[in-house]
């Protein structure tokens, strides 16, 4: 069965310090790994979306790392600030088939 | 670009009544929509799959007959939940791939929240 697990379930960081979540997924065959950060109430947005021949790519203080061989992938938040407070969700694709959600890590941000 | 919008936000229903929800791509042509549905705590469920002017395709375990997706445009998605019930209540998140997209990437929209008393 095809799953992704994240982890931490929930993380709660001072503001300011850097963190990095996990995700394992056992997808297969796989096309793209994504992460999405998703405000409460609010639909998810996409910050990185990587291939199997991309170990890292980032887009502001988010920098997302990817290891095919071992599937597994990990999402850096740099220099933390209280609006990253949100919940990441790691998605896999198989292509064109429906996308793999994870559950998702829930960081809280606090001053 | 790639703006999805939801309309309503939230909406208060009581038992037994149909309520409608509408995905709308706003700055592009959106040749597949996306519903989910996503429990507190809980990851996105894919609900169906719609292409424009096709039959949506039903992921196991949802109801066709009581979730209608109706996909008229390549702008537009409907989603009505008939006859509902509390246990419908949940928050509903729609997606769309915009035409050619690359790595047929997914946009969401804000999600509605939908309250059946």
């Known amino acids: 069965k095809n799953q992704v697990e994240q982890s931490p379930q929930s993380l709660i960081i001072l503001e300011g310090k850097n963190c990095t979540l996990q995700c394992n997924y056992t997808v297969s065959p796989f096309s793209n790994l994504r992460w999405y950060k998703q405000d409460t109430g609010r639909g998810p947005v996409s910050l990185t979306i990587?291939?199997?021949?991309?170990n890292t790519k980032s887009n502001g203080r988010y920098t997302a790392t990817l290891d095919a061989d071992t599937k597994q992938s990990s999402l850096h938040i740099t220099a933390s600030q209280l609006s990253d407070s949100a919940s990441y969700i790691c998605?896999?694709?198989?292509?064109?088939?429906?996308?793999?959600f994870g559950k998702g890590t829930r960081l809280s941000v606090i001053a | 670009g790639a703006v999805v919008s939801q309309h309503p936000s939230r909406v208060i229903c009581k038992s037994g009544t149909s309520v409608k929800i509408e995905c709308r791509s706003l700055?592009?042509?959106?040749?597949?929509m996306f519903w989910y549905r996503q429990f507190p705590k809980q990851s996105l469920m894919l609900m169906a799959t719609?292409?424009?002017?096709?039959?949506?395709?039903?992921e196991q375990g949802v109801e066709k007959d009581k979730f209608l997706i109706n996909h008229a445009s390549l702008t537009l998605s409907t989603l009505t939940v008939t006859s509902a019930h509390p246990e419908d209540s949940s928050f509903y998140i729609c997606?769309?791939?915009?035409?050619?997209?690359?790595?047929?990437?997914?946009?969401f929209g804000p999600g509605t929240r939908l309250t059946v008393l």
């Open positions: 997606s769309a791939t915009p035409a050619g997209a690359v790595y047929n990437e997914q946009f």
């Open positions: 719609s292409n424009e002017g096709s039959k949506a395709t039903y």
């Open positions: 700055d592009f042509q959106a040749t597949t």
């Open positions: 990587m291939t199997f021949s991309e």
């Open positions: 998605v896999v694709s198989e292509g064109n088939t429906p996308l793999v």
